[in-house]
């Protein structure tokens, strides 16, 4: 864990929020006031952080992985 806090940083946290109330990454960009390749970079970075792809594609927009919903 004290890892991961070490390779966080903390404004991802907030586009991981947006990305997990919009399901999708162009509204959670637009949300955030950021552009669409920004948030897919920190869609990245947030999945090597936490080693799991924490959001999938799914037929309604990106819905979480099984590690999501168990936290």
């Given amino acids: 864990m004290d890892n991961i806090l070490r390779r966080l940083d903390l404004n991802l946290l907030v586009t991981l929020?947006?990305?997990?109330?919009?399901?999708?990454?162009?509204?959670?960009?637009q949300k955030l006031h950021l552009a669409q390749p920004t948030v897919s970079l920190q869609l990245a970075r947030l999945r090597d952080v936490f080693s799991d792809p924490l959001l999938l594609p799914g037929p309604r927009g990106m819905r979480p992985t099984a590690r999501h919903r168990r936290a």
Avoid: S, Y
Wanted: charged share 25%.
């Fill in 17 to 29: 929020d947006a990305l997990l109330a919009e399901h999708n990454v162009t509204r959670a960009a």
